[in-house]
């Protein structure tokens, strides 16, 4: 339980009316204790002294509110402050002393090594790569697959990690909420502007947000984590490699340890795949949220009587000024206020494509052959200068002349030549050389060539 590893006045520096204080003092003493170049945990009982009186010189205190009987004076130097504090702390079991020969020496328990880092981490709220943690994820699995009797323990860091992401990514959501929530219940336009901007732009949208909507999207390696678990689902040789050594690592009997093993797949593979669900419940709230901000701007200036008046007092005196007396604008930013970028422009809501499946058409080998067909039918009806010329060759055959009743029409190709025998001129340019070699004469008779065309009679001679 907590509080089995807890003191019980744990929490009492951080509950009073001296809180803030207390704050101060245990943040400095969070970067005394956890120095990475500390070798020995145990510091002097002046440097932590020391160190407090430093935290108290820099907040500058002038104001302290009585915790015991005893104290019933008001500090009256720095000294004081620090005695007070010091005793505080030891009092209530953040700070442990333990005296070796001569000297006096402060050190942190285990537990509360563990809470002071977890409350420095809520204060300053650092910002968290995501891409980082995906990456930790893919890399630890790719470890533990791909060595899974020597690193399969590496599973279990990826689940530890994956788990974290996850509380980060509810945690963000909620943040929303409660941004949402405050925003909502403030009348002061000015106040939900600069709480927008304070809050949401600067530690929500820049440190987790902004992440999540860049093209290099730490979840594009999602699918690839999924896969590879879903693989080792089903790779028995793996799934007993890795058990065998959760057995060696947690000093568990077989299937205990195979049930660990399954466990810590199943929750990666949980987590990732309700990313997409919970990406989009965050991308509602933000939505509200930016709605609700860039409602504000724009009713912003409507409810601020005279502005419209004064603005156009201002726009008729810079009239009347010279171009080179006119002042210089020193508090615009880069992106006007009024423009797509502002916030009176929301950014749109996303709208997520719904996957599909991809199936390849098989066409009709009926549809096929009939296309065939019709190329091959459309290239016999092409015209061709070198066919007609072949064409007129072969009935001339040795002779200088030849009327329309000696021409043979016997195929598709014959009928376009026969066409176009008696019209060479109007192929152009690609024609004129053979048309100069024939000159045909027309005569007032209508034939039937090869009982397949009717047309007027003529007869066409070589040149020589």
Known sequence: MLFNKLPDAIFLPLS????????????????????????DPFIPRDLVRSTIENAVVRLGVRRWESESDDDAEPPRSSADYTNRIYRRLVECGWLEEEQRIYRQYVLLTPSISYLLRSLVAIARLEKRSYGGAVLNVLSSLEAAINDPVGRGITLSEAAQTAADFSAHLTDMLLGLREMKISLSESKNPQEIVRGFFDRFVANILVSDYKTLKTRNNPFRYRRQIISMLRDLQFDLLRIEQLSQHYQLQYELDYDSAEAMVHQHINRIIRIFESVDQRLSAIDDFRYQLEKRVADTVRYMDKTTPGMAARLSRLIAELGQKKRGKLPLPT???????????????????????????????????????????FKEYKERREVKVDRIEAYLSRHFNGSDRVKATDFAIDSVEDYICFSYVRHLQSLGKKARKVASQYRIEFDDTYVCVADVVECRGFEIHRNS
């Not at 009073?16 to 070798?39: C, H, P």
């Open 16 to 39: 009073g009316q001296n809180r803030q204080i207390y704050q101060a003092v245990l943040l400095e003493l969070a970067d005394l204790f956890f120095d990475e170049d500390l070798i």
């Open 331 to 373: 508090t615009l930013e880069e992106v006007g206020f009024i423009s797509p970028a502002s916030v009176r422009s929301p950014m749109r809501r996303r709208v997520e494509a719904q996957p599909r499946v991809i199936t390849r058409n098989e066409i009709d080998p009926k549809v096929l052959e009939l296309r065939r067909l």
